[in-house]
């Protein structure tokens, strides 16, 4: 399967937290995305670690990535009700020109 | 630009319909992908086009589903005749080199209820 299978399924977590979810793949990829979704909305693009890079920060983000393992994590620091949403992460297989997802991690921020 | 289009947002029809969804891409991307989304199943990717090409429709569920791109800027997912099951929300997206080295573009999607 191309696709990666996020963990947990369901994360909830008080503001302020910090909120972790993982991703498993079982292919070798050129880059790995994440990517969240409101709902009601579609996905929005959060950010991509390619597969040579172990660790990457955008904001209040941080993704590493260990293709030994073929894992993911993306770790959300300071977390705030706005968010509550779905994340997803998509790895990006060795020549291929498409992206499947997973069913992601629903992660809700109580105030 | 507006980014991903796509219309109608919603569309309630009955059993045996036919339903056309349709997506306008970001202006210079040379991908466009129509994926479904259901809370059982997660999302789907059902075809892609490259440069207005059908490249892979695996993901297509039957023949009651097909998908054009007459040009670079226009795109229509159609379900001939429509069943329940089909209930899902439709999504379409554009990127440019297809995730390679980018990301994709998603449109708020299609909301479809077949009654």
């Known amino acids: 399967s191309q696709q990666g299978e996020e963990d947990p399924q369901a994360l909830s977590i008080q503001e302020g937290e910090n909120a972790t979810m993982n991703c498993s793949y079982k292919t070798s990829i050129n880059n790995l995305q994440w990517y969240r979704q409101n709902s009601g909305r579609g996905l929005v693009h959060l950010i991509l670690i390619r597969s040579n890079e172990r660790e990457k920060h955008s904001g209040r983000l941080r993704v590493t990535l260990d293709t030994s393992k073929k894992s993911s994590s993306l770790l959300i620091t300071a977390s705030r009700a706005a968010d509550t949403a779905s994340y997803f992460c998509a790895p990006h297989q060795t020549g291929a020109n498409n992206l499947f997802f997973g069913t992601g991690t629903r992660l809700t921020v109580i105030p | 630009d507006a980014g991903v289009i796509q219309s109608p947002r919603h569309e309630v029809t009955e059993m045996g319909q036919e339903v056309t969804l349709r997506c306008k891409p970001i202006?210079?991307?040379?991908?466009l992908f129509w994926y479904r989304q259901t809370m059982m199943r997660g999302l789907e990717l059902l075809i892609y086009?490259?440069?207005?090409?059908?490249?892979?429709d695996s993901g297509m569920p039957e023949d009651r589903f097909s998908a054009k791109m007459p040009n670079a800027s226009f795109s229509t997912l159609k379900i001939q005749p429509s069943e329940p099951r089909d209930s899902a929300v439709y999504f379409c997206a554009s990127s440019w080199q297809a995730g390679v080295n980018g990301e994709l573009f998603f449109g708020e999607g299609s909301r479809l209820t077949v009654l």
């Open positions: 086009f490259n440069n207005n090409v059908p490249i892979d």
């Open positions: 202006s210079g991307h040379d991908y």
